[in-house]
């Protein structure tokens, strides 16, 4: 099966800042690379799919890239909605796995 | 607004059953692959089943399968997980996910519904 890894695992960063989580598969997934944010209590939500394109209504501070097994997720000018946790997930078959996880605090 | 309902967990003891059910509206059901996915501390977020729009596509994650069983009617807008020999591992909330992409699934999972939470425990 294709396993996910993230790093770093958490993270703290200021408003303002800019952050990059790295997000690395077990073999090639090609682009078929996901990111979800979850808030405290809630579920994930959509934020990046096909490693580059914005869901609707996800703002352009956030941004995808990588191909293959080395991907991440750049957010530029963090803000208060920002802090939470962040997954990624394949899509290229098998499970469907996600990632561990990166807090963003 | 598109919205998930899941309903149905709840302390099971294990190599019990248990049926969890979801009800979607604000969007056209039957055009959507839906899917479970669960979330532990200990496992994370892991995906389970995926059944396709008309029912004829159905895909289990390997430690599920012969356990767990997808479902849907699209007549009732609902989704249903029928899991089986229930193990302490399987505690989870498991939520229903609705598919991006409308008729084949493409397992990006947009629409997420709150969650039920399963306890397995003697």
């Known amino acids: 099966d294709i396993q996910m890894t993230q790093s770093p695992s958490s993270l703290s960063a200021s408003l303002g800042d800019s952050v990059t989580i790295t997000c690395r598969a077990s073999?090639?997934?090609?682009?078929?690379l996901n990111w979800y944010q979850q808030k405290s209590g809630n579920a994930p939500k959509l934020l990046i799919y096909?490693?580059?394109t914005l869901q609707t209504g996800v703002p352009s501070r956030f941004s995808g890239s990588g191909s293959g097994t080395e991907f991440t997720l750049t957010i530029v000018s963090l803000q208060p909605e920002d802090f939470a946790t962040y997954f990624c997930?394949?899509?290229?078959?098998?499970?469907?796995?996600f990632g561990p996880g990166t807090t963003v605090d | 607004q598109e919205q998930l309902v899941e309903s149905g967990g709840g302390v099971v003891q294990p190599g019990r059953s248990l049926r969890l059910s979801c009800v979607a509206s604000?969007?056209?059901?039957?055009?959507?692959?839906m899917h479970w996915v669960r979330q532990s501390p200990g496992k994370g977020l892991q995906w389970l089943a995926t059944?396709?729009?008309?029912?004829?596509?159905?895909n289990y994650a390997d430690f599920v399968r012969g356990r767990f069983t997808i479902s849907r009617d699209n007549s009732r807008n609902t989704v249903s997980l029928q899991m089986s020999s229930l193990g302490v591992d399987d505690s989870a909330a498991y939520y229903c996910?609705?598919?991006?992409?409308?008729?084949?699934?493409?397992?990006?999972?947009?629409?997420w519904g709150r969650g039920t939470l399963v306890t397995v425990s003697s």
């Open positions: 996910v609705r598919d991006r992409s409308t008729l084949s699934p493409v397992w990006n999972f947009e629409i």
């Open positions: 997930q394949q899509s290229f078959g098998g499970s469907f796995t």
């Open positions: 096909r490693t580059s």
């Open positions: 073999q090639s997934i090609g682009i078929y």
């Open positions: 059944m396709s729009h008309d029912t004829t596509k159905i």
């Open positions: 604000g969007f056209i059901f039957s055009d959507y692959s």
